[in-house]
Nanobody
Framework: QVQLVESGGGLVQAGGSLRLSCTYF????????MGWFRQAPGKERQFVAA?????????YYADSVKGRFTISGDYAKNTVYLQMNSLKPEDTAVYYC????????????????WGQGTQVTVSS
């Protein structure tokens, strides 16, 4: 069983930055593809970014966040990060960390483990 614990959400003004953290247990979970999804009220869960640690850290991004968000991993700390810059009001959502992918990267149903989520609110 893998546990994922997100932190780092909060309220920020448009144009600002936040860094989300996802700490995972056990350490062996670093072998999984890990990602971030988000869900705004009344909307479906949406892919944000993913990283495959076993393939040299290949990364994937949704078009809506390319150039603004960066996913990275510090595997010595059992943590995956999502650095979010130039935030927009439409980035407001609950952000979820996920792990253990089987299938295509952007499909939420292909991930086995999920964190509890952290709220990000961007004011205009």
């Amino acid at each position: 069983q893998v546990q994922l614990v997100e932190s780092g959400g909060g309220l920020v003004q448009a144009g600002g930055s936040l860094r989300l953290s996802c700490t995972y247990f056990p350490r062996t979970a670093s072998g999984y593809t890990m990602g971030w999804f988000r869900q705004a009220p009344g909307k479906e869960r949406q892919f944000v970014a993913a990283i495959r640690s076993w393939s040299g850290g290949s990364t994937y991004y949704a078009d809506s966040v390319k150039g603004r968000f960066t996913i990275s991993g510090d595997y010595a700390k059992n943590t995956v990060y999502l650095q979010m810059n130039s935030l927009k009001p439409e980035d407001t959502a609950v952000y979820y960390c996920t792990a253990d992918l089987t299938g295509s990267v952007p499909n939420s149903s292909n991930y086995r483990y999920w964190g509890q989520g952290t709220q990000v609110t961007v004011s205009s």
